[in-house]
């Protein structure tokens, strides 16, 4: 049998933005590329970490509004997941993030207008 493991870490912030699915094509390409070259028995990750109101901890306490973070842990194939994210990504809507990333994973999934994600663990 084969088995793939996948863990993608998105931090989910409450939303009343909606995302189309015409708004998740960007993200599709790469992070099916990442998924599909997950090996049986293999684990990949990448980390997508969003703040919203101010820099994270470790930061230089910069005075921001929002700040994002994409973590590959050394894997190429996440890296364009991460390129997309980092230019892309929401951050005071972060859960869209999470939504994007299920609608390009299964085509036939779609949100209906202002589906609030709060936390999401998928694996």
Same mark, same amino acid.
């Given at each position: 049998?084969?088995?793939?493991? =996948? ?11 909606? /995302? ?5 094509? +960007? ?10 070259? /997950? ?13 919203? +109101? ?10 921001? =509004? ?10 190429? !194939? ?6 997309? !994210?980092?230019?892309? +990504?929401? /951050?005071?809507?972060? +859960? ?8 390009? !994973? ?9 589906? /609030?994600?709060?936390?999401?663990? !998928?694996?």
């Amino acid at each position: 049998m084969r088995r793939r493991s =996948l863990n993608v870490v998105i931090p989910i912030i409450c939303t009343s933005a909606y /995302v189309t699915g015409a708004a998740a094509q +960007g993200l599709c390409e790469p992070l099916r590329a990442f998924i599909e070259s /997950v090996k049986p028995n293999e684990t990949r990750t990448l980390e997508f970490h969003t703040s919203w +109101g101010s820099d994270f901890k470790d930061s230089n306490d910069q005075q921001v =509004l929002s700040a994002k973070r994409c973590v590959p842990n050394g894997y190429d !194939l996440a890296k364009p997941v991460c390129a997309y !994210l980092m230019q892309n +990504g929401a /951050v005071e809507f972060a +859960g869209n993030n999470a939504k994007q990333a299920l609608m390009c !994973l299964s085509r036939k999934t779609h949100f209906a207008d202002h589906v /609030v994600l709060d936390g999401i663990k !998928l694996s």
